[in-house]
């Protein structure tokens, strides 16, 4: 069975730190998703990963792949408070159905 | 244009009633989801439809009726509604052919239900 695990949970940084989110997998998987939510809102695709090494930049936010550790990492550089959501890793299950498998979600919060 | 589009987008009831959720893609894709997310903000998928067969439905009690009248809507109907019903309702929509280049998904706004 494909087990999504996101680490940590929860964060709360100070503006203007580095951090890193890790989302771990059970099984082998060559798509992997990050998405943003905002506090009542929907859920936002950011990087969509589709191969081993595969690295995707986008402002303060870089997301890598490493699909032999089954293991991606979303790095945030330089934190601002605009960056405080929740970001879920999803795993595609790559099977018929091809339903995505979702992390428990890291809830980011930066203080000014 | 919004992609993804569900109505409406709060739902306040009483325990027992029963009531529908409307959702509606405009991308094209073949494969519409039914999530739910709980007040500790965790996503259950309840079912999935692509091209309007049924392909993906978890444990979810059978007061819960997905129905999908063609490929582009997808709606979610909930009987005799009960107070652990009350979350936040997400409709999402991808591409899932063996083909396609990935399967990510696109999400409405959210429903947030509310049981009194």
């Known amino acids: 069975e494909l087990k999504v695990e996101q680490n940590p949970l929860f964060l709360s940084m100070q503006e203007g730190k580095n951090y890193t989110i890790y989302c771990n997998y059970s099984t082998t998987s060559d798509r992997l998703y990050w998405y943003r939510q905002d506090p009542g809102k929907s859920l936002e695709s950011l990087f969509v990963l589709l191969s081993n090494g595969a690295v995707k930049q986008e402002g303060r936010l870089m997301a890598s792949l490493d699909t032999k550790a089954r293991l991606s990492t979303l790095h945030i550089t330089a934190a601002v408070h605009d960056l405080s959501a929740t970001y879920f890793c999803?795993?595609?299950?790559?099977?018929?159905?091809?339903?995505?498998?979702w992390g428990a979600g890291t809830k980011l919060i930066i203080k000014p | 244009d919004t992609a993804v589009s569900q109505t409406p987008k709060y739902l306040v009831t009483q325990m027992g009633n029963d009531k529908s959720i409307k959702c509606e893609q405009n991308l094209g894709h073949d494969t519409m989801y039914w999530y739910k997310q709980d007040s500790k903000k965790f996503l259950k998928i309840m079912f999935s439809?692509?091209?309007?067969?049924?392909?993906i439905n978890e444990t979810v009690p059978n007061r819960f009726s997905p129905k999908s009248p063609d490929k582009a809507h997808l709606n979610l109907h909930i009987n005799s509604l009960e107070l652990g019903d009350s979350a936040v309702y997400f409709c999402?929509?991808?591409?899932?052919?063996?083909?396609?280049?990935?399967?990510?998904?696109?999400f409405g706004q959210g429903t947030r239900l509310t049981v009194v």
């Open positions: 439809y692509n091209n309007k067969e049924l392909i």
């Open positions: 999402a929509s991808s591409q899932v052919k063996i083909t396609a280049e990935n399967t990510e998904a696109f």
């Open positions: 999803a795993v595609d299950k790559a099977d018929s159905n091809y339903q995505l498998i």
